[in-house]
Protein backbone atom coordinates (compact mmCIF):
# COMPACT_ATOMS: atom_id res chain seq x y z
CA UNK A 1 0.00 0.00 0.00
CA UNK A 2 1.19 3.68 -1.24
CA UNK A 3 1.14 6.02 2.25
CA UNK A 4 -0.26 9.55 1.62
CA UNK A 5 0.54 12.31 3.27
CA UNK A 6 -2.47 14.24 3.62
CA UNK A 7 -0.23 17.47 3.31
CA UNK A 8 3.00 17.95 1.60
CA UNK A 9 4.53 20.25 4.21
CA UNK A 10 6.97 17.89 6.10
CA UNK A 11 7.20 20.21 8.67
CA UNK A 12 3.34 19.31 9.54
CA UNK A 13 4.60 16.33 10.65
CA UNK A 14 6.80 17.17 13.41
CA UNK A 15 3.99 20.03 14.68
CA UNK A 16 2.60 20.44 18.11
CA UNK A 17 -0.96 20.71 19.06
CA UNK A 18 -3.68 20.08 21.65
CA UNK A 19 -3.37 16.14 21.11
CA UNK A 20 0.00 15.78 20.12
CA UNK A 21 1.48 18.51 23.21
CA UNK A 22 5.47 17.36 22.77
CA UNK A 23 6.50 20.42 24.46
CA UNK A 24 4.75 19.47 27.68
CA UNK A 25 6.93 18.65 30.41
CA UNK A 26 5.96 15.55 30.99
CA UNK A 27 6.21 14.41 27.17
CA UNK A 28 10.00 16.43 27.14
CA UNK A 29 10.85 14.30 30.88
CA UNK A 30 9.76 11.09 28.52
CA UNK A 31 12.39 11.91 26.10
CA UNK A 32 14.92 12.60 27.86
CA UNK A 33 14.57 9.06 29.78
CA UNK A 34 14.46 6.83 26.41
CA UNK A 35 17.13 9.26 25.17
CA UNK A 36 19.44 8.38 27.84
CA UNK A 37 19.91 4.94 26.17
CA UNK A 38 19.36 5.94 22.70
CA UNK A 39 21.82 8.05 21.15
CA UNK A 40 20.09 8.17 17.02
CA UNK A 41 16.98 8.37 15.79
CA UNK A 42 16.71 4.77 14.81
CA UNK A 43 17.19 3.55 18.01
CA UNK A 44 15.55 6.25 19.69
CA UNK A 45 12.44 6.10 17.25
CA UNK A 46 12.57 1.60 18.65
CA UNK A 47 12.58 2.59 22.34
CA UNK A 48 9.85 5.12 21.96
CA UNK A 49 7.66 2.56 20.41
CA UNK A 50 8.46 -0.10 22.88
CA UNK A 51 8.06 2.06 25.70
CA UNK A 52 4.52 3.04 24.31
CA UNK A 53 3.70 -0.70 23.93
CA UNK A 54 4.76 -2.26 26.42
CA UNK A 55 4.44 0.60 29.67
CA UNK A 56 1.32 2.20 28.93
CA UNK A 57 -1.56 -0.25 29.12
CA UNK A 58 -4.28 -0.28 26.74
CA UNK A 59 -7.69 0.80 28.60
CA UNK A 60 -9.72 -1.88 27.13
CA UNK A 61 -6.93 -4.77 28.51
CA UNK A 62 -6.13 -3.35 31.72
CA UNK A 63 -10.08 -2.29 32.59
CA UNK A 64 -8.97 1.36 33.26
CA UNK A 65 -12.17 3.28 32.94
CA UNK A 66 -10.47 6.51 32.01
CA UNK A 67 -10.17 7.92 28.62
CA UNK A 68 -7.32 9.99 27.98
CA UNK A 69 -6.17 11.88 24.17
CA UNK A 70 -3.58 14.35 25.09
CA UNK A 71 -0.26 12.46 24.38
CA UNK A 72 0.63 14.22 27.90
CA UNK A 73 -2.01 12.78 29.61
CA UNK A 74 -1.34 9.14 28.00
CA UNK A 75 2.03 9.53 29.79
CA UNK A 76 1.19 10.86 32.76
CA UNK A 77 -1.67 8.20 33.44
CA UNK A 78 -0.32 5.34 31.65
CA UNK A 79 -3.37 4.50 29.76
CA UNK A 80 -5.15 5.08 26.59
CA UNK A 81 -6.91 3.10 23.75
CA UNK A 82 -4.73 3.02 20.34
CA UNK A 83 -5.48 6.55 19.41
CA UNK A 84 -4.67 7.83 22.57
CA UNK A 85 -1.19 5.56 22.54
CA UNK A 86 -0.78 6.99 18.91
CA UNK A 87 -0.60 10.43 20.10
CA UNK A 88 1.72 9.77 22.12
CA UNK A 89 3.98 8.28 20.20
CA UNK A 90 3.78 10.46 17.69
CA UNK A 91 4.78 13.12 20.41
CA UNK A 92 7.68 11.14 21.35
CA UNK A 93 9.13 10.71 18.06
CA UNK A 94 8.30 14.58 16.87
CA UNK A 95 10.08 16.24 20.11
CA UNK A 96 12.44 13.99 18.63
CA UNK A 97 12.53 15.44 15.48
CA UNK A 98 11.45 12.67 13.63
CA UNK A 99 8.61 13.12 11.55
CA UNK A 100 5.32 11.12 12.51
CA UNK A 101 1.94 10.92 11.08
CA UNK A 102 -1.23 8.95 12.90
CA UNK A 103 -2.92 6.91 10.44
CA UNK A 104 -6.24 4.41 10.54
CA UNK A 105 -7.36 1.39 9.60
CA UNK A 106 -10.96 0.19 9.44
CA UNK A 107 -12.64 -2.68 11.19
CA UNK A 108 -15.78 -2.86 13.15
CA UNK A 109 -13.87 0.34 14.61
CA UNK A 110 -11.43 2.72 13.73
CA UNK A 111 -7.89 1.63 14.76
CA UNK A 112 -4.88 3.58 15.26
CA UNK A 113 -1.31 3.64 14.35
CA UNK A 114 1.28 5.81 13.33
CA UNK A 115 3.85 6.11 10.91
CA UNK A 116 7.34 7.44 11.29
CA UNK A 117 10.00 8.31 8.54
CA UNK A 118 13.43 7.74 9.57
CA UNK A 119 16.34 10.04 8.37
CA UNK A 120 17.91 8.89 5.30
CA UNK A 121 14.91 6.63 4.69
CA UNK A 122 12.78 8.00 1.39
CA UNK A 123 9.40 6.09 2.73
CA UNK A 124 7.21 6.16 5.37
CA UNK A 125 6.77 3.08 7.53
CA UNK A 126 3.65 2.46 9.30
CA UNK A 127 3.75 1.11 13.11
CA UNK A 128 1.19 0.18 16.05
CA UNK A 129 2.43 0.87 19.52
CA UNK A 130 -1.49 -0.70 20.52
CA UNK A 131 0.23 -3.39 22.58
CA UNK A 132 -1.50 -5.64 25.23
CA UNK A 133 -2.87 -9.54 24.36
CA UNK A 134 -4.82 -8.44 21.14
CA UNK A 135 -2.03 -6.62 19.86
CA UNK A 136 1.08 -8.58 21.29
CA UNK A 137 2.44 -9.45 17.50
CA UNK A 138 2.76 -5.93 17.03
CA UNK A 139 6.81 -4.63 16.51
CA UNK A 140 8.90 -2.31 15.88
CA UNK A 141 10.32 -3.42 12.25
CA UNK A 142 11.70 -1.11 9.38
CA UNK A 143 12.37 -3.91 6.39
CA UNK A 144 8.26 -4.88 6.38
CA UNK A 145 5.11 -3.98 8.28
CA UNK A 146 4.21 -6.01 11.71
CA UNK A 147 0.96 -4.61 12.41
CA UNK A 148 -1.34 -5.45 15.49
CA UNK A 149 -4.36 -5.99 13.09
CA UNK A 150 -3.91 -7.09 9.05
CA UNK A 151 -6.95 -6.34 7.29
CA UNK A 152 -9.04 -8.55 5.51
CA UNK A 153 -10.75 -6.97 2.59
CA UNK A 154 -13.05 -9.54 1.98
CA UNK A 155 -14.60 -8.47 5.14
CA UNK A 156 -14.49 -4.83 4.50
CA UNK A 157 -11.99 -4.01 6.14
CA UNK A 158 -9.51 -1.00 5.10
CA UNK A 159 -6.36 -0.02 5.62
CA UNK A 160 -6.70 3.99 5.32
CA UNK A 161 -3.45 5.26 3.06
CA UNK A 162 -3.64 8.78 4.08
CA UNK A 163 -0.89 9.90 6.98
CA UNK A 164 -2.70 12.47 8.96
CA UNK A 165 -0.45 15.35 10.72
CA UNK A 166 -3.15 15.93 13.26
CA UNK A 167 -5.36 13.50 14.94
CA UNK A 168 -8.55 13.22 12.75
CA UNK A 169 -11.32 14.89 13.92
CA UNK A 170 -13.73 11.73 14.16
CA UNK A 171 -11.04 10.36 16.64
CA UNK A 172 -10.51 13.23 18.61
CA UNK A 173 -14.05 14.33 18.95
CA UNK A 174 -15.47 10.60 20.20
CA UNK A 175 -12.12 10.80 22.58
CA UNK A 176 -13.19 14.78 24.04
CA UNK A 177 -16.77 13.61 24.62
CA UNK A 178 -16.31 9.94 26.22
CA UNK A 179 -16.13 10.56 30.19
CA UNK A 180 -15.17 7.12 30.50
CA UNK A 181 -14.59 3.96 28.92
CA UNK A 182 -17.96 2.62 28.28
CA UNK A 183 -19.27 5.54 26.89
CA UNK A 184 -16.26 6.02 24.40
CA UNK A 185 -16.84 2.24 23.35
CA UNK A 186 -20.23 3.85 21.90
CA UNK A 187 -18.48 6.67 20.11
CA UNK A 188 -15.90 4.95 18.39
CA UNK A 189 -15.95 5.94 14.82
CA UNK A 190 -16.72 2.44 12.01
CA UNK A 191 -15.40 4.93 9.17
CA UNK A 192 -13.18 7.94 8.37
Not at 9 to 28: C, K
Not at 34 to 51: G, I
Request: charged share 25%; proline share 7%.
Amino acid sequence: MELIQDTPDLAAYLAADDAIDHEHPVVRRTVAMLSADAPDAYTYAEAAFTFVRDAIPHSVDSGDPRVTWRASDVLEKRTGICYAKSHALVALLRARGIPAALCYQKFEAVHGLIALKLPGRERWVRQDARGGEAGAGAQFRLDREQVAFAVRPEFNEVDYPVLFAEPHPAVLQCLRDAVDRPRLAQLLPTAL
